[in-house]
């Protein structure tokens, strides 16, 4: 289980979930709705969007621009859809590297 309000709570939640805007991940994660919370009363964003950049930074978090109607018939404001990067040990687990030195080596150990 990952600690409270984490860049890894987001991850889980995007791997678990999808792809999702910048509100939705703040709903799931933390509860914490930015159009209702809000400046207004007294919560800020900033804390829950330094968390978003810095998993972008981390190369753990991954963002795609969105167009109009992406959702089908919700329209949705949000510009970003945020989704969960899987680094390449997840995708290809027994992933083999080949290079001409490898097939050079190979050619020349059947001759």
Known sequence: ?????????????????????????????????????????????????????????????????TYPGWKGSHHSKARFVYYAIRPDSEIWPNRVFCSAELDNEMANESI
């Open 1 to 65: 289980m990952t600690k409270n309000n984490s860049v890894n709570q987001m991850v889980d939640a995007l791997k678990t979930l999808g792809p999702l805007t910048e509100n939705e991940i703040h709903k799931t994660c933390f509860g914490y709705d930015r159009n209702h919370n809000g400046t207004v009363l007294g919560e800020s964003n900033k804390k829950y969007a330094d968390m978003l950049r810095r998993g972008m930074q981390k190369g753990i978090i991954g963002r795609v621009e």
